[in-house]
C-alpha cells in the first residue's frame, strides 16, 4: 500500500477513485452479507421443514455460507486496505504502517470476528430407528431443531447488518461531493453514518421509518419464532410471531400470544423498546411536519396582529364607555348602577392589559424573526465580500 507521494490535482484524482472503488466495495460487502443471512434463513426453515430428507440440501447451504463468509471477510479486508490508502492520500504519507493505528486494527479484527461467525458446515445428526440403525431418509425426520450452539452462530450473523449504515454512507454521495467536503470543512462538520441518518429523517422521514419499522418487524418476527421452535412451543409459529411483535412494538400487548423462553422473552423486551424509540421519532417527525413555514408563519403573525390592534381598540373602548357611565351614575347618587357600572370598568381593565399583553410579545416574536433574518443576511454579504 505504499508508494510514492502524491500531491496536487493528481491527489485529487485518487481520491476520488479511491472513494469510487471504497462505495463499489461497500456494496458487494452489503450484498454478500445479505447472502449469508438468506442462506441461513434457508437452511433454518429447510431444517425445520424438512429434516432428514433433505440431509444432502442443507450440507451444501451450509457450504454456501461458508463460501459467501470468505468472500465478505476478503472483501472487508480489502476495503479496509482502500481506507488506509485513502488516509495516506489525504496526509501525505507514504509508509502505509503510520496510517494504521492500533485502533484500525482493533477495529478491523472486531470485524472479522463478527462478519466470520456462522455455522460450520459440518454434517448434521444421522437419522436413525428406535433400534438404532440408520434409516434412509425417507421418512424419519430429526426429532430436534438447532441445538444451542448452532442457533446462537446462526442468530450471529444478523450482526453482519452493520453494514447498512456504511453502504448507505458511501452510497448517499456526501464523500464524493466537493461542495459537502468544503462546507462542512470550514464548518468542521464530520461526515459520518449519524450525519447520513439525520440527511435521511430530513429529505425522506417517512420512507425511512417505514423502512426501518418493517425491517425490525420482520427480523426480531424471525428471531422470535428461532427461539421459541427450541422448545417447540406454539408462539415459534411464523404467524404468531408476526402479531406478536407489531403488538409489542406498538406496546399494545394483548396478552393472547406470549414468549414461553426466556430468550423469547428478551426478544419481546428488546422490541418493545424499539418500539418506544421508533415511536419518538415518529412523534418528532409529525410536530415537524405541522410546524409552520417561514410565509405561513408571516401571514399568521400579521392576522393575529390585525385581530389583537381591533381587541385592543374595542377594550379601550369598552373601558371608556364604562368610566362614563361609572361617573354618571357617582353624579346622579345611584349607588347599585354605579357599583355594576365599577365592576365592569375593572373588568374591562383588565381585559385591555390582557389583549396589550399578548399583542406585545407578538410584536417581540415577530422582531426576533426580522433580527435573526437581518444576522444571516449580514453573515452572507459578508462572506461575499470576502470571497471576493
Given at each position: 500500500?505504499?508508494?510514492?507521494?502524491?500531491?496536487?490535482?493528481?491527489?485529487?484524482?485518487?481520491?476520488?477513485?479511491?472513494?469510487?472503488?471504497?462505495?463499489?466495495?461497500?456494496?458487494?460487502?452489503?450484498?454478500?452479507?445479505?447472502?449469508?443471512?438468506?442462506?441461513?434463513?434457508?437452511?433454518?426453515?429447510?431444517?425445520?421443514?424438512?429434516?432428514?430428507?433433505?440431509?444432502?440440501?442443507?450440507?451444501?447451504?451450509?457450504?454456501?455460507?461458508?463460501?459467501?463468509?470468505?468472500?465478505?471477510?476478503?472483501?472487508?479486508?480489502?476495503?479496509?486496505?482502500?481506507?488506509?490508502?485513502?488516509?495516506?492520500?489525504?496526509?501525505?504519507?507514504?509508509?502505509?504502517?503510520?496510517?494504521?493505528?492500533?485502533?484500525?486494527?482493533?477495529?478491523?479484527?472486531?470485524?472479522?470476528?463478527?462478519?466470520?461467525?456462522?455455522?460450520?458446515?459440518?454434517?448434521?445428526?444421522?437419522?436413525?430407528?428406535?433400534?438404532?440403525?440408520?434409516?434412509?431418509?425417507?421418512?424419519?425426520?430429526?426429532?430436534?431443531?438447532?441445538?444451542?450452539?448452532?442457533?446462537?452462530?446462526?442468530?450471529?450473523?444478523?450482526?453482519?447488518?452493520?453494514?447498512?449504515?456504511?453502504?448507505?454512507?458511501?452510497?448517499?454521495?456526501?464523500?464524493?461531493?466537493?461542495?459537502?467536503?468544503?462546507?462542512?470543512?470550514?464548518?468542521?462538520?464530520?461526515f459520518r453514518h449519524w450525519f447520513v441518518a439525520k440527511l435521511y429523517m430530513n429529505t425522506h422521514p417517512?420512507?425511512?421509518?417505514?423502512?426501518?419499522?418493517?425491517?425490525?418487524?420482520?427480523?426480531?418476527?424471525?428471531?422470535?419464532?428461532?427461539?421459541?421452535?427450541?422448545?417447540?412451543?406454539?408462539?415459534?409459529?411464523?404467524?404468531?410471531?408476526?402479531?406478536?411483535?407489531?403488538?409489542?412494538?406498538?406496546?399494545?400487548?394483548?396478552?393472547?400470544?406470549?414468549?414461553?423462553?426466556?430468550?423469547?422473552?428478551?426478544?419481546?423486551?428488546?422490541?418493545?423498546?424499539?418500539?418506544?424509540?421508533?415511536?419518538?421519532?415518529?412523534?418528532?417527525?409529525?410536530?415537524?411536519?405541522?410546524?409552520?413555514?417561514?410565509?405561513?408563519?408571516?401571514?399568521?403573525?400579521?392576522?393575529?396582529?390585525?385581530?389583537?390592534?381591533?381587541?385592543?381598540?374595542?377594550?379601550?373602548?369598552?373601558?371608556?364607555?364604562?368610566?362614563?357611565?361609572?361617573?354618571?351614575?357617582?353624579?346622579?347618587?345611584?349607588?347599585?348602577?354605579?357599583?355594576?357600572?365599577?365592576?365592569?370598568?375593572?373588568?374591562?381593565?383588565?381585559?385591555?392589559?390582557?389583549?396589550?399583553?399578548?399583542?406585545?410579545?407578538?410584536?417581540?416574536?415577530?422582531?426576533?424573526?426580522?433580527?435573526?433574518?437581518?444576522?444571516?443576511?449580514?453573515?452572507?454579504?459578508?462572506?461575499?465580500?470576502?470571497?471576493?
Open positions: 500500500m505504499g508508494g510514492e507521494l502524491v500531491s496536487g490535482l493528481g491527489a485529487l484524482r485518487r481520491r476520488k477513485r479511491l472513494l469510487e472503488q471504497e462505495k463499489s466495495l461497500a456494496g458487494w460487502t452489503l450484498a454478500l452479507a445479505g447472502t449469508g443471512i438468506g442462506l441461513m434463513v434457508l437452511h433454518a426453515e429447510m431444517l425445520w421443514f424438512g429434516g432428514c430428507p433433505w440431509v444432502l440440501y442443507l450440507f451444501l447451504v451450509k457450504c454456501m455460507i461458508s463460501i459467501s463468509t470468505f468472500l465478505l471477510l476478503s472483501l472487508i479486508v480489502a476495503f479496509h486496505a482502500k481506507e488506509v490508502q485513502l488516509f495516506m492520500t489525504d496526509n501525505g504519507l507514504r509508509d502505509w504502517r503510520v496510517a494504521l493505528t492500533g485502533r484500525q486494527v482493533a477495529q478491523i479484527v472486531l470485524e472479522l470476528v463478527v462478519c466470520g461467525l456462522h455455522p460450520p458446515p459440518v454434517p448434521g445428526p444421522p437419522c436413525v430407528l428406535s433400534s438404532g440403525f440408520p434409516k434412509t431418509a425417507a421418512t424419519q425426520s430429526w426429532p430436534s431443531f438447532l441445538d444451542q450452539g448452532e442457533a446462537l452462530l446462526s442468530l450471529a450473523m444478523l450482526l453482519r447488518l452493520y453494514l447498512v449504515p456504511r453502504a448507505l454512507l458511501l452510497r448517499s454521495g456526501v464523500l464524493l461531493n466537493a461542495s459537502y467536503r468544503s462546507i462542512g470543512a470550514l464548518n468542521q462538520v464530520r417517512g420512507r425511512l421509518l417505514l423502512c426501518l419499522t418493517l425491517g425490525l418487524w420482520l427480523t426480531t418476527a424471525w428471531v422470535l419464532s428461532v427461539a421459541e421452535r427450541q422448545a417447540v412451543n406454539a408462539t415459534g409459529h411464523l404467524s404468531d410471531t408476526l402479531w406478536l411483535i407489531p403488538i409489542t412494538f406498538l406496546t399494545i400487548g394483548y396478552g393472547d400470544v406470549v414468549p414461553g423462553t426466556m430468550w423469547g422473552k428478551i426478544v419481546c423486551l428488546c422490541t418493545g423498546v424499539m418500539g418506544v424509540c421508533c415511536t419518538a421519532l415518529l412523534v418528532a417527525v409529525v410536530a415537524r411536519k405541522l410546524e409552520f413555514n417561514k410565509a405561513e408563519k408571516h401571514v399568521h403573525n400579521f392576522m393575529m396582529d390585525i385581530q389583537y390592534a381591533k381587541e385592543m381598540r374595542e377594550s379601550a373602548a369598552r373601558v371608556l364607555q364604562e368610566s362614563w357611565m361609572l361617573y354618571k351614575h357617582t353624579r346622579r347618587k345611584e349607588s347599585g348602577a354605579a357599583r355594576k357600572h365599577q365592576r365592569r370598568l375593572l373588568a374591562a381593565i383588565n381585559r385591555f392589559r390582557q389583549v396589550r399583553l399578548k399583542h406585545r410579545k407578538l410584536r417581540e416574536q415577530v422582531n426576533s424573526m426580522v433580527d435573526i433574518s437581518k444576522v444571516l443576511g449580514s453573515c452572507e454579504r459578508g462572506s461575499r465580500r470576502r470571497g471576493r
